[in-house]
């Protein structure tokens, strides 16, 4: 049996070595655009470090709502740190490649990042929903014990659906080009490098993304339901607005956080172009590992004052330890 040029390519496994695409086509505005995610990934990087040594520090933060926080703190810094390094570094050099098994463990972590996230927004909703709407039994509904439990199967359930998810795609043959049109390794454009059937693939991925984004989404909306129908019912508008602002940073995290995930992976294969895929990614990459730093030093009352508490400890702390040295000295 005879094959044609087409067909004997189609039927020809690329190397092990993928290329990052990403913004080559913006070759004249590369070094701006290294710049400005330098300073995104330091100051996402730092800002939720922050985040995290504030709340370790200060107990009137030990709560559920600050013990999810840290969680998607942590979510943050692994997502900044498994994207910019690589993409700065491709900004600066034509060589933009990485290795399969390389391109495998980013898309992993990203993906587990992104629906152990999802969960643990859903879980932050029920704690409000519990705080407001069933003030006398809070502390015994959301003890430690159910905190943890529901973190923990947030980020067990989320591994467990990715590690199931790469491995069955990166079982698949690729024999296409070698070209990721994006800047990260995503499960949507190493997809269209497979050669096999991808539907099965396809169907696993709808599947995932209307659970595990879709289904806590639906779970966030009930529960502010059910929130604000009690908010209204209170008798005073004092108490009202009381009530509002300790939900307000968990609605504009949900925000940004959705407002990008919902375009990037539920947006049909057919009306999808890799240049907007990308532009949208950017967004994504962006806004969501500053959201923590930006709400929760920014417009939070409780985060705020707890930083002001430790950054006033840490100066009088330093200045007493200057006194009693240059008292030692004189």
């Not at 707890?306 to 840490?314: D, E, G, Q, V, Y």
Request: aromatic share 12%; with cysteine.
């Amino acid at each position: 049996m005879t094959y044609s040029e087409r067909d004997y390519r189609e039927n020809q496994t690329i190397s092990d070595v993928f290329i990052l695409v990403g913004f080559s086509h913006f070759n004249e505005l590369q070094i701006l655009l290294f710049l400005v995610l330098l300073v995104v990934y330091l100051v996402a990087f730092m800002g939720n470090l922050l985040i995290i040594l504030v709340i370790k520090l200060n107990p009137s933060l030990h709560t559920p709502m600050y013990f999810f926080l840290v969680h998607l703190s942590v979510l943050e810094i692994c997502f900044t740190t498994s994207v910019f390094p690589q993409l700065l570094v491709h900004l600066l050099e034509n060589k933009k490649t990485i290795s399969m098994v390389g391109c495998a463990a980013q898309m992993a972590i990203i993906t587990v990042i992104g629906l152990t996230e999802c969960c643990l927004l859903a879980a932050m909703s029920y704690d409000r929903y519990v705080a407001i709407c069933h003030p006398l039994h809070y502390t015994t509904i959301m003890s430690g014990r159910v905190c943890a439990l529901l973190a923990g199967a947030s980020w067990f359930i989320s591994i467990l659906v990715e590690v199931a998810q790469t491995t069955w795609l990166f079982s698949l043959s690729f024999c296409r080009s070698n070209r990721i049109h994006h800047f990260f390794c995503d499960v949507p454009p190493v997809m269209k490098m497979a050669c096999a059937d991808t539907s099965k693939n396809e169907i696993m991925l709808l599947t995932v993304s209307v659970l595990f984004i879709m289904g806590p989404f639906l779970l966030i909306i009930l529960s502010y339901i059910l929130i604000i129908s009690t908010i209204l019912k209170l008798p005073s508008a004092e108490g009202r607005r009381k009530a509002f602002s300790t939900c307000s940073s968990h609605l504009m995290l949900v925000t940004f956080f959705y407002g990008t995930a919902l375009f990037t992976y539920l947006v049909p294969k057919s009306s999808s172009i890799p240049e907007s895929d990308q532009l949208i990614s950017l967004m994504n990459t962006i806004l969501v590992p500053l959201s923590n730093p930006i709400i929760y030093t920014l417009r939070n009352k409780e985060v705020k004052g707890a930083l002001r508490k430790t950054a006033a400890k840490s100066f009088f702390s330093h200045s007493w330890i200057n006194w009693r040295m240059e008292s030692r000295v004189n």
